[in-house]
């Protein structure tokens, strides 16, 4: 008995240290990754930590059925990796739950949680591309369309100009659960992006998931004049521009010519990068096509379907029609070429010279210059015309009459010289700028000063003389190279000029009249006034009234020419109106350069189709092509959209 009592003491005291020990062995595990990681490929990383008094004996993560074991490292480490195979396409898109259990020597277990997601971006749109310019009535608008069942958090669009910048965000309550959207009327109680400026735009948005989308678009102009009333878009910064073609420079730093009547691109060039910005590239339409400056120096045309490199190392100084002028960057030696037959003519040579050369080309292809050695203007078969004190700044003519200005370090004295010879004194300003004259249609304008600032005067072709502005800051002409001295006066004789930020027309007798403000350029075509801002050409209206509105405000998407280098790409994409019905309407016509994720039953055949543009502007055309090219504006210009269908 008594030793009976002894063993059942000895398997007593044994089972009560294995309880003790059971007590210690408590196990601890920590997971590493993934801890809310987004699914990257076909594998899930997982990493974890586990210990315990016991040995670890077995540690495994789980994954919606899917089961691995993880294998030790070293200092309590376990990895491993979820190969999903076919199962990552069927896995649903939102977060998923990974769950580590780690088993000690008795069995004992402890477990741990992680979130992986499988998601998409949200998708982001906006109504307003590089060079697009926000027209009156044209309100800018962006979404956030989340991959569901996320939610969109945050979005909020910023215009930065050298003036300051803009931020616009979205509000709540949001018309459609988990989408955000952002009105430009909306924010700040119906605050208006200021206009006259050139932003930069920058979109973010976010989910909460994911990193935060940004996207930045620019040059953007915004101009909401009543007196402007848009007519067309091209595909790009507009450079030139008639009744049947506009040359434009893309966002690709392509040249093209678009045809205003068959909305059809013809690349001319793509543009290399030299040390000068791309905004100093310019150029000028001609009969046969067009001729640019590039940055590199190099003057470049597009003459009946074939490319044709003019010279290097040399500017661009005049056009009109098949002649050209340019001078080599010594400006020492200054040529005249025909495009037609590729023929170079020397018009001026003065070896070692830095005289600047400056010269005017009559429709004829007569042309006129002037060097700061020498003080009289140079015309056709060497006639002279002037002799005054001072360096001769860019002689201006329309094919009958020839102005200049001679400026002696302090003023400019401005000269007319007429057809039948006479020379006729026009007045002094006090500005060294050449940019001081125009003359159209046996009309001259110039700057004269009032003994404190220059203000704007007109001369008729009768000889009259007539005071057009009286401001109390200096006005000057609006003016652009190549086409210095010709675009401010109509053939009856209103000036088109700038003040204080504005755009003016004035004319003999009335006062002048605010159309706009000094963004863009303006200019006189076949009986109509014109200003091209960015991408888009306005119409100048007569009486100040309703304008309309490009019924999908945009640009156009185009695809390189073989041989110009570059993928095919579509620029923009838009929602399809009559399909997104759960949307706001204002909603449903935005720029949407992202596809949506397979799931998200969209279609992304990236296919073409257009969208209607309206036109209306007071004023004659002029011309049957300028009535061809706004019947084309009626048209529209071929936008690149993706349809997004609803289940």
């Not at 210059?369 to 015309?379: C, L, Q």
């Not at 302090?410 to 006479?422: H, K, R």
């Amino acid at each position: 008995m008594r030793a009976y009592r002894q063993h059942i003491g000895i398997t007593v005291a044994f089972a009560l240290s294995l309880s003790a020990q059971a007590a210690d062995a408590a196990v601890t595990v920590g997971l590493i990754e993934p801890t809310n990681a987004i699914i990257e490929g076909s594998t899930i990383p997982v990493h974890a930590t586990a210990s315990s008094p016991e040995d670890i004996y077995y540690v495994e993560a789980e994954l919606e059925g899917l089961t691995i074991e993880l294998t030790p490292t070293e200092g309590g480490h376990f990895q491993g990796a979820f190969d999903l195979g076919e199962l990552a396409g069927e896995l649903a898109y939102g977060p998923h739950v990974v769950t580590v259990h780690a088993y000690n020597t008795f069995g004992e277990v402890a477990s741990a949680q992680g979130t992986v997601h499988r998601y998409a971006a949200p998708t982001l749109g906006w109504n307003a591309l590089a060079h697009d310019t926000l027209t009156e009535g044209w309100r800018f608008a962006a979404k956030c369309v989340p991959t569901p069942p996320y939610t969109c958090q945050s979005l909020q669009a910023t215009f930065r100009s050298a003036e300051g910048q803009v931020t616009l965000s979205a509000n709540n309550p949001q018309p459609v659960p988990g989408h955000l959207y952002l009105k430009e009327e909306q924010a700040w109680y119906g605050y208006q992006i200021p206009s006259g400026r050139a932003y930069t735009l920058t979109i973010e948005a976010s989910d909460g998931v994911g990193p935060t989308i940004t996207k930045t678009i620019g040059p953007i102009y915004v101009e909401r004049s009543p007196r402007l009333t848009a007519v067309q878009r091209a595909p790009g910064t507009i450079l030139d521009f008639d009744a049947a073609r506009i040359l434009f420079r893309d966002q690709y730093q392509r040249l093209g010519i678009f045809e205003r009547a068959t909305q059809q691109v013809t690349w001319v060039a793509t543009i290399p990068q030299g040390d000068l910005p791309i905004s100093e590239v310019y150029g000028a339409l001609t009969p046969s096509g067009s001729v640019h400056q590039s940055t590199t120096g190099h003057i470049l045309a597009w003459v009946n379907g074939a490319r044709r490199n003019i010279t290097s190392a040399a500017r661009l100084d005049a056009v009109n029609g098949d002649t050209i002028v340019w001078t080599t960057n010594s400006d020492d030696w200054a040529v005249a070429t025909s495009l037609s037959t590729g023929t170079n003519r020397t018009l001026w040579r003065s070896d070692g010279s830095r005289s600047p050369f400056q010269a005017d080309i009559t429709p004829s292809g007569g042309i006129y210059f002037g060097t700061y050695e020498d003080a009289s203007i140079v015309g056709p078969s060497r006639l002279r015309l002037g002799d005054h004190e001072g360096n001769l700044q860019r002689p201006i003519t329309d094919g009958t009459n020839v102005a200049g200005r001679w400026w002696d370090g302090m003023t400019s004295s401005s000269y007319l010289y007429t057809a039948d010879g006479e020379e006729v004194f026009l007045g002094d300003s006090i500005t060294g700028t050449s940019a001081g004259l125009l003359v159209h249609a046996g009309h001259a304008a110039f700057l004269k000063s009032d003994g404190a600032v220059n203000q704007v005067w007109l001369r008729t072709p009768d000889g009259e003389q007539h005071q057009i502005s009286d401001f109390t800051a200096s006005s000057q002409f609006d003016q652009v190279k190549l086409r210095v001295g010709h675009d401010g006066i109509s053939d009856t004789g209103e000036v088109l000029f700038l003040n204080g930020g504005k755009r003016y027309l004035g004319r003999a007798g009335g006062a002048p009249e605010s159309i706009g403000t000094a963004l863009g350029h303006g200019r006189w075509l076949d009986g109509s006034w014109y200003v091209t801002i960015g991408n888009t050409i306005f119409q100048v209206s007569s009486t100040q009234g309703a304008v309309a509105q490009l019924a999908a405000p945009g640009s156009a998407a185009f695809a390189p020419e073989e041989g110009l280098g570059g993928e095919r790409e579509v620029l923009s994409t838009s929602f399809a109106v009559d399909e997104v019905l759960d949307e706001p309407m204002w909603a449903r016509d935005l720029h949407e350069p992202d596809a949506l994720p397979a799931s998200a039953d969209a279609d992304t055949d990236g296919g073409f189709a257009p969208a209607a543009a309206g036109c209306s502007a007071s004023g004659s055309a002029g011309s049957a092509g300028s009535a061809a090219a706004l019947a084309a504006a009626a048209a529209g210009l071929v936008l690149a959209r993706r349809r997004r269908l609803r289940s």
